[in-house]
């Protein structure tokens, strides 16, 4: 594998579900992140982790919830979702010291909440 | 809220033609991207522009940060099928790595 997996890539879920996003990056990055796509909207960033230590966070609701156990790995814990939380989450890596920041993309998870 | 506006937000155009979007902020950024989106893929990354006034090109494609670095241009020459998809742009300002992404382009080259 190469690059940034998200797995699953299609998840539909009830309201009342648990249920959790994987992220892994094979590519030696230090820093992973979380972003929303809805449509008409821009990309939210909703986490992002840097040596697996979580330094931001914009006001994502607490039914989403972050898990970085090391640097290749990315967890977002999804429960009691509403039918808004439907969209496209993407994960991302990057490796900060570069100066330019590149964020690579994986594939995306598209979310379906009924 | 910083904002990035990307213009037009959809653009049709016959294969052949050519095509300029645009990327604007009332902010100045440190460096500025532009990734092409596929439906059902994440953005892939096409380039990173840093100094104001820069020009890079990539095969048919031509992207320009501003003097000031609070707008960008990406310039499609002879469009292609292939070059279908969500163009998006996004900035860093200086002192943080946080990228904050533009609204899109969604570009169709039809054959």
């Known amino acids: 594998e190469t690059g940034v997996t998200q797995t699953p890539r299609h998840l539909v879920m009830g309201m009342t579900n648990k249920k959790s996003l994987k992220c892994e990056q094979h590519?030696?990055?230090?820093?992973m992140y979380w972003y929303k796509q809805s449509a008409k909207k821009p990309l939210e960033l909703m986490f992002v982790?840097?040596?697996?230590?979580?330094?931001e966070n914009n006001s994502v609701p607490s039914r989403f919830s972050p898990e970085c156990p090391n640097s290749s790995h990315l967890f977002l814990h999804l429960h009691t979702l509403q039918p808004e939380d439907s969209a496209l989450y993407l994960c991302?890596?990057?490796?900060?010291?570069?100066?330019?920041?590149?964020?690579?993309f994986g594939p995306g998870t598209r979310l379906t909440v009924l | 809220t910083q904002l990035l506006e990307q213009s037009p937000q959809f653009l049709s155009i016959q294969e052949g033609e050519n095509l300029t979007v645009y990327c604007n902020s009332s902010?100045?950024?440190?460096?500025l991207q532009w990734y092409r989106q596929e439906p059902g893929e994440g953005p892939v990354l096409l380039v990173t522009?840093?100094?104001?006034?820069e020009v890079k090109k990539l095969k048919r494609l031509t992207f320009q940060f501003g003097d000031a670095r609070k707008d960008s241009s990406l310039h499609i020459t002879a469009a292609q099928p292939g070059d279908t998809g969500l163009y998006l742009c996004?900035?860093?300002?200086?002192?943080?790595?946080?990228?904050?992404f533009g609204t899109g382009t969604r570009l169709k080259v039809l054959a």
């Open positions: 991302a890596s990057s490796q900060v010291e570069k100066s330019y920041n590149e964020q690579f």
């Open positions: 590519l030696g990055h230090n820093a």
């Open positions: 982790y840097s040596l697996e230590e979580r330094v």
């Open positions: 902010s100045v950024f440190s460096s």
């Open positions: 522009v840093v100094t104001g006034g």
């Open positions: 996004a900035g860093r300002r200086s002192g943080t790595y946080k990228y904050i």
